[in-house]
């Protein structure tokens, strides 16, 4: 067994069940692709065992802090296990569910959601890419599904030196799925959609947004970065009369007018824009437009804390104009997904959209992804998506 000892000091963070060494802090040893190694300290005492990746900045990502605990098929097929049972306890509105979400189930690099009766993998890391076929063969004997189709074309594979590799690993056949997501059903194509196919993390935030339009009266709603339109589809199950989804992707859009007409609604009470967000909102300002209920859930506009400053400025234009663009009384439900920007920045971020807005609200609902992207304790990073609902003064 390779051993990778650190630099003097760098044990901390392992030792306080942080799963990453970064290539800064290793004083000696390497591994191939992927290999499993012996982490210690640099008085040579164990930390965890790790899977070794030459290229990435995160050399090391610790698979178990237990010294005793062998890394072969039967620890993926416990640790799929766990958390499995974990879906199986939370409260999940949908059969569209993420099943491992990497380093939060002790898997880092590793994504597994399930669209009705098939499943949908991304191998991010070099770890996990190493013991792909032991965890296909664990998540299908364990699920009892037939289909796994691999979308490993994430620009991490990237960073880890992979190649892309997308296809069925399992079974064959559609691409296009149907699922249920609390009371209306939502499609995808897993071979091309966004992520695997679609956003399992803004679930419950959907359902929120739904009752709000309702409890609230809303008539009119923007959706800003709708994608395939989950939040247009809720705003209508609310009682919206008027909805606009904007988004820059056509295929996306066309979607979302195929999921206002499978859930039963008049294909009138929706329209969709394919259109640069901010420059839309620029637009129905100049034309003095105003609505009930405004969304903004843009892409990660800060990968790491990095690209914070840059980002909160972009965060803090597109939530200046929503705050203008909104009826007094209107909802704003806006949306960071960077993990790079904190909750607290977060809010900061809106207070000076709205002090430069010359508009106060109350904010009424603080959310997060839904309990299948879990957050442990132990990886803050796991944080990364946070919502505010607010409501103009
Ligand atoms: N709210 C969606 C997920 C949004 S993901 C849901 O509930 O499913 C972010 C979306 O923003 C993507 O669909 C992407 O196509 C779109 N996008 C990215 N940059 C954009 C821009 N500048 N203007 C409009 N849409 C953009």
Redesign the pocket.
């Known amino acids: 067994m390779k051993s990778i000892t650190l630099r003097a000091g760098k044990e901390r963070s392992l030792q306080r069940r942080h799963p990453w060494v970064f290539e800064g802090s290793i004083a000696k040893g390497g591994a191939d692709t992927g290999e499993t190694v012996r982490v210690v300290a640099a008085d040579g005492s164990f930390l965890g065992w790790g899977a070794f990746s030459p290229k990435s900045q995160i050399r090391v990502r610790i698979w178990s802090f237990d010294e005793g605990q062998r890394i072969d098929a039967a620890f993926f097929g416990q640790r799929i296990a766990a958390a499995l049972a974990l879906r199986a306890r939370l409260p999940i509105a949908s059969d569209g569910v993420r099943l491992i979400h990497g380093e939060a189930d002790g898997l880092p690099g590793l994504i597994v959601d399930r669209y009705a009766d098939t499943l949908v993998a991304q191998f991010g890391t070099a770890g996990v890419e190493r013991w792909k076929k032991d965890i296909v063969a664990a998540l299908l004997a364990q699920t009892g599904l037939a289909r796994l189709y691999e979308r490993s074309d994430a620009s991490v594979r990237g960073l880890e030196g992979l190649p892309e590799s997308t296809g069925w690993l399992a079974g064959s056949g559609a691409t296009e799925l149907t699922i249920r997501e609390h009371a209306w059903r939502l499609s995808m194509d897993v071979a091309e959609g966004?992520k695997t196919g679609?956003?399992l993390d803004?679930r419950d935030n959907?359902k929120r947004f739904a009752d709000a339009v309702r409890h609230y009266g809303c008539r009119t709603v923007l959706?800003?970065?709708?994608?395939?339109g989950?939040?247009s589809v809720a705003a209508l199950a609310g009682g919206a009369e008027e909805v606009i989804s904007?988004?820059?992707?056509a295929p996306?859009l066309a979607r979302a007018d195929a999921h206002v007409q499978l859930n039963g609604f008049d294909a009138s009470r929706h329209r969709t824009l394919d259109?640069?967000?901010?420059a839309t909102l620029r637009q129905f300002l100049k034309e003095g437009r105003q609505f009930d209920a405004i969304?903004l859930?843009?892409?990660k506009f800060a990968p790491t804390a990095a690209h914070a400053e840059r980002a909160a400025r972009a965060y803090k234009d597109i939530n200046r104009l929503g705050l203008m663009l909104l009826k007094p009384g209107g909802l704003l439900f806006t949306f960071s997904c960077s993990g790079g920007i904190s909750p607290d920045l977060f809010h900061k971020i809106v207070a000076g959209a709205g002090l430069d807005a010359g508009v106060d609200g109350a904010i009424v609902e603080r959310v997060g992804a839904t309990p299948d992207h879990p957050q442990t304790i132990c990886f803050p990073e796991g944080e990364y998506l946070k919502g505010l609902l607010i409501v103009k003064s």
Do not use: K, L
């Not at 959706?223 to 395939?228: D, I, L, R, V």
């Not at 904007?246 to 992707?249: A, E, N």
């Not at 259109?275 to 901010?278: C, G, L, Q």
């Open positions: 966004h679609y956003y803004q959907r959706n800003c970065f709708s994608y395939t989950g939040f904007v988004d820059s992707s996306a259109a640069d967000v901010n969304v859930d843009p892409p």
